[in-house]
């Protein structure tokens, strides 16, 4: 048994991660702790005191307890808008606070990205444009180049996390590039776990989701792979360890 251990900030689309835990389909056991996610709202001000070193510490404790072998910040927002050097910063802290292997959602597209072979991608964000660019910035830091980006200007994660299939589909078509090699859909609030193949299909291209590669992540973390086709393209390169 594999435990991967997740912070995961408030409540909008945490039911991803059981989902994929099912989707995942051998022995991996995903834990969520909801840490605090202080103001609603895809504005800096916010986003940074959501990605606190002292909110983030408030759910290691219960983690430890948990038997996870590795610990990912599933946010995205709440990570890049440090900066490049600032989320190393925090998943560092993160790291020491929690004794384990540690990232976040915007080392964990960075990583993805390079695992499909994606050097040019599209992002597709929830996010109002300002945070939206941010997140560009911090793909260009990791050596991934956005040849285009659309922002939704959603301000809450609330609303994100009420969207379904359509809204999003509708979103990554606006914002896709011919010659991007992925597609990103950058906020753990959006529900994805269940489109991935659908999103796929329709782009014609490696889709990268939040909560998706956060998982993605913490595998990689604790040196597990998984062949898993329905969580798309990222999940089925070279599996070490086979769906039963």
Known sequence: ??????????????????????????DIRVDVVHTDIGVDAHRVDALREMGAPERLAAGCAALR????????????????????????DQIRALARTAGL?????????????????ATKV????????????????????????????????????AEVGAWGLDETLALARSADHPDADALLLPDTALHT??????????????????????????????DRRVNAPQLGTLFTREPIVQVQ
């Open 193 to 222: 776990a269940s489109h991935i193949p659908t999103l796929e299909k329709e782009l014609g291209k490696p889709i990268l989701t939040a909560n998706q590669v956060t998982v993605w992540e913490a595998l990689r973390l604790a």
């Open 101 to 117: 292997p540690a990232s976040s959602t915007s080392f964990a597209f960075a990583h993805a990205a390079r695992e499909v072979g």
């Open 1 to 26: 048994m594999t435990a991967l251990g997740f912070l995961y900030p408030g409540h909008s689309a945490e039911d991803d991660y059981p989902r994929i835990e099912q989707l995942l389909g051998s």
């Open 65 to 88: 307890m948990s038997g996870a072998e590795a610990v990912v910040w599933a946010c995205t927002s709440g990570s890049f808008v440090y900066g490049y050097e600032g989320a190393h």
């Open 122 to 157: 599209a992002v597709a964000a929830t996010y109002p444009d300002d945070v939206a660019q941010l997140f560009v910035d911090f793909l260009a830091a990791a050596g991934v180049e956005v040849l285009s980006v659309r922002g939704a200007g959603i301000i809450t994660a």
